[in-house]
């Protein structure tokens, strides 16, 4: 039998303890109340002697408030973020944000025409283009793609020029192709046309189509750039560009 007012095995207390739940008188080795059944917790069961639960309503008071403290802390942290975040973003359809990873600012075209909107696409992928920068291209390209389908069918040389340019930039050549010859139906002789046919010839790998869209663009260069098309004073630096490269591929004007 033990004796003494502690376990000379576990150091438990053994002065009658309380039921943490109805406050019920626990003997020494009690493992759950005799009157509620709940389960006596740890070595120490129970309370202290002479100590008294705290009461049921007095805990769920407690509980109450608790969960009021956090739901008002959940409501001050959404306000402070929306205040810190500023104006509420634009339509996704409206901004042209960079994809992760890149530091460069949003594009934002909600205040533009469809037109700008698309032209300011285009300028920004042939940009990332000429930098060797593919992820930029690549999340762009859609995008702009996107815009100048929303023009509808009624495209300007220029227009067509950008899309036709965009689509080179992701690899494909055979829609580029067929906006050259969309240019070209309008006016047999335009520079634009035959840029667009040359260099999706050459993004093929086929070296004489290539050529022949060159020698058409160099036949008609002085007449064509005479004309003083704004898209082509727009663009003088690319058509100079393209009658270098027009030389390289041997339909210079003393070419074959």
């Not at 965009?166 to 046309?193: C, M, N, R, S």
């Not at 290539?210 to 690319?238: G, L, T």
């Amino acid at each position: 039998m033990t004796s003494g007012k502690y376990c000379s095995e576990c150091g438990a207390p053994l002065a009658p303890a309380t039921c943490s739940s109805c406050g019920a008188k626990l003997s020494a080795r009690a493992k759950f109340c005799a009157d509620c059944g709940t389960p006596v917790a740890g070595p120490a069961r129970g309370l202290a002697p002479g100590a008294r639960p705290m009461p049921r309503d007095d805990r769920m008071a407690w509980y109450v408030a608790g969960v009021c403290v956090l739901a008002l802390l959940v409501v001050v942290v959404v306000v402070v973020a929306r205040k810190s975040g500023g104006a509420p973003a634009a339509p996704a359809a409206a901004t042209a944000a960079a994809p992760p990873g890149n530091d460069r600012a949003t594009t934002d075209l909600s205040t533009m025409t469809p037109r700008e909107q698309a032209d300011r696409l285009y300028n920004r992928i042939m940009t990332a283009h000429e930098g060797g920068d593919s992820a930029q291209v690549n999340f762009f390209a859609p995008m702009a793609l996107q815009a100048y389908a929303n023009l509808g069918g009624g495209l300007d040389a220029d227009a067509r020029l950008h899309l036709g340019l965009v689509q080179l930039a992701i690899g494909a050549a055979v829609p580029a192709a067929a906006e050259g010859d969309t240019i070209l139906k309008g006016a047999p002789d335009h520079l634009f046309g035959w840029l667009l046919k040359a260099r999706a010839a050459e993004a093929e790998g086929n070296t004489a189509q290539a050529k022949r869209a060159y020698q058409s663009f160099v036949k008609n260069y002085d007449a064509e750039v005479a004309k003083k098309r704004p898209e082509y004073q727009e663009h003088a630096q690319m058509l100079q560009d393209t009658r270098s490269r027009a030389e390289r591929a041997g339909a210079g004007a003393g070419g074959p």
